[in-house]
Each structure stands twice: as C-alpha cells, then as structure tokens.
T-cell receptor, first 114, second 114 residues
Framework: EDQVTQSPEALRLQEGESSSLNCSYT??????LFWYRQDPGKGPEFLFT???AGEEKEKERLKATLTKKESFLHITAPKPEDSATYLCAVQAAYSGGGADGLTFGKGTHLIIQP | GAVVSQHPSRVICKSGTSVKIECRSL??????MFWYRQFPKQSLMLMATSNEGSKATYEQGVEKDKFLINHASLTLSTLTVTSAHPEDSSFYIC??????????FGPGTRLLVL
C-alpha cells in the first residue's frame, strides 16, 4: 500500500526565515510526486511534479527536490502570503483496476508571521 | 490554463435527499477525472476515478450505489450523493488530469446534510 508521511505537521516561521518541509513516501514504483498548496476552504493548487531522483524544480521562493525515499519543499525568505497547507502526493507506476488517483500526505500547515 | 470549476460551491440539504455536484475542466479536455473527499483537518482521500465514456472505478470502502459518478464528456463529470445522511457531510473536491500525469483540482464543494 502506498504511503505518504509529511513532517512537520505544523510550522511557524518569521517572515524571511527559510526552512524545509519533508515528504517521505513508499510506493510500488513511482510514477510522479506532486506538491500542492491548499488554502482554507479551497481546492489544492498545483505547484510541482517530480519524476525521478535528483530532479529539482523551482518557482519563486519554492524549490522542490526528490530522492528515492523522500522529497523536500524548500522555502526561501518566505512572506506571509506563503502561509497555507502544503500537500505532498504520489502516483504509483501501476495502480491496477483502472484506479489511478493520488495518495496524499496529511500536509504541513505553514504559518509565516510578519 | 488548466482551470477546473465545481458547482455548487456549498450546499445544505435534508437527510434522505440527493445532491449532484458538477466538475468541469474549462480550458482543456480531460479523459480522466477524480473525486476526492476531505474531512476537517484531514488530507484528501480518493473516492473514485472517472474515465470518459466508461464506468467509474471506486476505491475500497466507497459505496458505488451511494456515490454515483457520470463522466459524460471530456469536460464534465458529476458526482451524485444519493440519500444523503449527516455522515456524508464533507468537502468534496474533483480533479482533472491534463496530459499524462498532473491533476488540477477544482475549488471544492462543501456539503452539509442536516
């Protein structure tokens, strides 16, 4: 069974204080690892897709990296508007039976204080 | 690009009634759409995978007769919660897959069953 564990559950930072969020996963063959941002009462907003170990992607203050067992979302000099829940999800190479969805972690609730 | 809409955004109904939620991909065609459910402070749980023109594939523990899914076109999938009960109250979110991997999510529908 595919599993995704995110840590920490919650993180409070001062504006400008860089940090990293962790996503550990076990999957029967990784087809893709995804990072999303979710604001309260809204659907997840796509950030990144990573496919293979060693891959990195950047977008503004965010950078996602991937190893064979985990992924990190690095946040550099965050601003209050970066406050949100960050979700990590994996898609297995073969789900079987036509089911093809993502397995999500519980997320990291990030608060950036001014 | 990659915009997914849901309607309604919020619905309140009486126990025993049925509720239909629409999910539309506005600027791309999606052969596969997904339905997720999210309880407060929990992550997204996949309910079913919906492929255009064929029957949906449901995750273990999800009653297919209670949660009816129809994917009539490449831009529209519907979820009908039949004979809704208070325990069905939740945040329902759809996603549409664009290309090979990435899923783009709708804004979600908050269902409250009284």
């Amino acid at each position: 069974e595919d599993q995704v564990t995110q840590s920490p559950e919650a993180l409070r930072l001062q504006e400008g204080e860089s940090s990293s969020l962790n996503c550990s996963y076990t999957v029967s063959g990784l087809r893709g690892l995804f990072w999303y941002r979710q604001d309260p009462g809204k659907g997840p907003e796509f950030l990144f897709t990573l496919y293979s170990a060693g891959e990195e992607k950047e977008k503004e203050r965010l950078k996602a990296t991937l190893t064979k067992k985990e992924s990190f979302l690095h946040i550099t000099a965050p601003k209050p508007e970066d406050s949100a829940t960050y979700l990590c999800a994996v898609q297995a190479a073969y789900s079987g039976g036509g089911a093809d969805g993502l397995t999500f972690g519980k997320g990291t609730h990030l608060i950036i204080q001014p | 690009g990659a915009v997914v809409s849901q309607h309604p955004s919020r619905v309140i109904c009486k126990s025993g009634t049925s509720v239909k939620i629409e999910c539309r991909s506005l600027d791309f065609q999606a052969t596969t759409m997904f339905w997720y459910r999210q309880f407060p402070k929990q992550s997204l749980m996949l309910m079913a995978t919906s492929n255009e023109g064929s029957k949906a594939t449901y995750e273990q523990g999800v009653e297919k007769d209670k949660f009816l899914i129809n994917h009539a076109s490449l831009t529209l999938s519907t979820l009908t919660v039949t004979s809704a009960h208070p325990e069905d109250s939740s945040f329902y979110i759809c996603s549409a897959r664009r290309g090979v991997e990435t899923q783009y999510f709708g804004p979600g529908t908050r269902l409250l069953v009284l």
